[in-house]
């Protein structure tokens, strides 16, 4: 059985196949000073870039890994999602400007390198085809779950032949539908995506409390993936703030945490 779980206060871990090690990193464990204490792994919040490149060092030795394996990809709130090769190692690692650029989603079939993305409340998607050997991480904020960046995942993975039955999602911390509070503008944009209000709950005038987790998990049901093989954490970044950053609870202010998936060598 697939699913989430915390052993370590650094991190909190998917449980899904033998062979893959993907972990959601919390904010404590690292060097930063406030507000990015501590374990801040974003180059692209005005923390110092030693601190930061330190901490993805933790952020990798939780997995046994070195920060040259890791590429990371630019993250603009899209649906772009691409393959990493070998030689894309190193991207992202050790400054954003060589990030895999305008992606928001990273697969790869090699074990010889590590995939990440930072998040601070936006919803981290890690994907898993254990009998195909190939792993992925996604980024989805509001807009990203709105424009399909998991719908698009799943259009590649099937251009090869892979079939959504065969994909493992597991669905970690991000802001929850306890404090995820969104205008009008925003939710009526998801009652026409899905065609019902089924991720918003009404809460003062004009505004709604909406569940990204479900929106998520909706689509990707929709395109295919089996109900049983999707994990979601149901941790809320906002709500616990000795473990995780959170933009809406922090103003913009903080760190980010990291989300990483990679297969045994
Ligand atoms: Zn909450």
Redesign the pocket.
């Known amino acids: 059985m697939t699913q989430w779980v915390q052993q370590d206060a650094r991190f909190v871990k998917w449980e899904v196949d033998e062979g893959i090690h993907a972990i959601f990193t919390t904010r404590q464990g690292g060097v930063s000073a406030p507000p990015f204490h501590s374990l801040n792994l974003s180059f692209n919040v005005k923390d110092s870039s030693t601190a930061v490149t330190e901490n993805r060092y933790r952020a990798m030795g939780i997995l046994g890994r070195t920060v040259g394996e890791l590429v990371m990809a630019e993250q603009i709130h899209g649906r772009g999602v691409g393959w990493a090769e070998i030689a894309d190692a190193s991207r992202g690692a050790f400054s954003a400007n060589d990030a895999l650029p305008e992606w928001d989603g990273l697969l790869t079939r090699h074990s010889d390198i590590v995939l990440g993305m930072g998040f601070a409340d936006c919803v981290p998607i890690f994907l898993a085809v254990p009998t195909r050997h190939i792993v992925g991480i996604l980024h989805a904020g509001w807009r990203g779950t709105i424009k399909g960046v998991q719908v698009n995942a799943m259009a590649l993975l099937r251009e090869q032949g892979i079939e959504p039955k065969e994909i493992r999602v597991g669905i970690g911390p991000s802001?929850?539908?306890?404090?995820?509070e969104v205008d009008d503008a925003v939710a009526t944009q998801f009652s026409k995506k899905l065609g019902s209000q089924s991720v918003l709950v009404p809460s003062r005038d004009g505004h709604y409390l909406l569940d990204l987790w479900e929106a998520n998990r909706e689509q990707l049901v929709r395109a295919g993936v089996l109900e049983t093989n999707i994990d979601i954490s149901r941790l809320?970044?906002?709500?616990?703030e000795d473990r995780f950053f959170s933009y809406r609870r922090d103003q913009g202010r903080c760190g980010r945490m990291g989300g990483f998936i990679c297969m045994s060598r």
């Open positions: 802001i929850g539908p306890c404090c995820y809320c970044t906002a709500c616990h």
